[in-house]
């Protein structure tokens, strides 16, 4: 009994979440209330701020690998946060991110969701007060299934490397496009301290 609690805290504690068989992003049970709270993409939206007043302020665009890298040949470094409602690690660095928003507003700072749980993620985002254009795997092209719609991502979106079936996922772009990081859960201080700190 012991060892079961200990690997239950441990799993608890871990800075990421690890594969669980999440066949179901919500994207079923959409209902016409919730579809008036995602619109199609528009790159003019690209680390614009949208300030709101309320959780119900919030509106995502819809996005995918090839609409993701539009946004990464703008000129700026980029930060593409890849998490869901379901998964405390990416629910606790929210606040962070909101901060580094605030810190570097010249950046573009994409927090894309790969679930529907629309009231879910509008009031995560407005708690934590990450008021930047906000994104949602659309689930047309890359289906339900959580964790295999963020392996085609990063099948279109890292181009090498090793993939981590975990969440939130990271993806760190210089001012040309090229993938500087691609890594689960939280980024290594001395890679934020060199990515964001190199001006």
Request: charged share 25%.
């Amino acid at each position: 009994m012991k060892k079961m609690t200990l690997l239950l805290l441990l799993y608890s504690l871990a800075p990421a979440c690890i594969e669980l068989r999440i066949d179901d992003d919500g994207s079923r049970d959409l209902g016409v209330g919730a579809l008036q709270y995602i619109k199609p993409f528009d790159l003019a939206d690209t680390g614009i701020d949208r300030p709101a007043s309320k959780s119900g302020d919030i509106v995502f665009a819809e996005t995918d690998a090839a609409k993701l890298k539009q946004q990464l040949h703008l000129g700026k470094k980029t930060w593409v946060y890849v998490w869901g409602s379901w998964c405390s690690p990416c629910r606790q660095k929210l606040p962070f991110i909101a901060q580094v928003h605030r810190d570097y507003p010249e950046w573009n700072i994409l927090p894309v969701a790969d679930d529907y749980d629309i009231a879910e993620l509008q009031a995560l985002l407005f708690s934590s007060q990450l008021l930047v254009q906000p994104y949602i795997l659309d689930f047309r092209k890359y289906g339900t299934r959580i964790y295999e719609k963020e392996r085609q991502l990063w099948n279109e979106l890292a181009l090498g490397g090793e993939y981590h079936n975990a969440v939130p996922q990271n993806y760190l772009f210089d001012e040309t496009g090229k993938l500087l990081y691609y890594g689960p859960g939280a980024i290594p201080v001395e890679i934020m301290k060199r990515y964001f700190t190199d001006r």
